[in-house]
Nanobody, 115 residues
Framework: QVQLVESGGGLVQAGGSLRLSCAAS????????MAWYRQAPGKQRDRVAF???????SYADSVKGRFTISRDNAKSTVYLQMNNLKPEDTAVYSC?????????WGQGTQVTVSS
């Protein structure tokens, strides 16, 4: 079955950096569309960034220039490098992919940015 396991979250001061990882299994990772979403308390889940199988990337306006999504096909892992973090980046970050028409999510990892 499809499994997405995130890691790398934590508590960081504003201006700091974190790198999130998402290890995928049960999919053909090389051809998979991968994305990171986040959800803050009381807010809807929003897409932060995505990367296609061809390596094309896209970012939400709120994180452009600060976050970088990348993938390592040999490790079946997608990363989210987050720099210059702000308190408003505080959220649960989740990895996403799809297999056929079915969406799959990881369990999420908490990122907390203190001011």
């Amino acid at each position: 079955q499809v499994q997405l396991v995130e890691s790398g979250g934590g508590l960081v001061q504003a201006g700091g950096s974190l790198r999130l990882s998402c290890a995928a299994s049960g999919i053909n990772f090389r051809s998979a569309f991968m994305a990171w979403y986040r959800q803050a308390p009381g807010k809807q889940r929003d897409r932060v960034a995505f990367i296609t199988s061809a390596g094309t990337t896209s970012y939400a306006d709120s994180v452009k220039g600060r976050f970088t999504i990348s993938r390592d096909n040999a490790k079946s892992t997608v990363y989210l490098q987050m720099n210059n973090l702000k308190p408003e980046d505080t959220a649960v970050y989740s990895c996403y992919t799809n297999k056929g028409s079915a969406p799959y999510w990881g369990q999420g990892t908490q990122v907390t940015v203190s001011s």
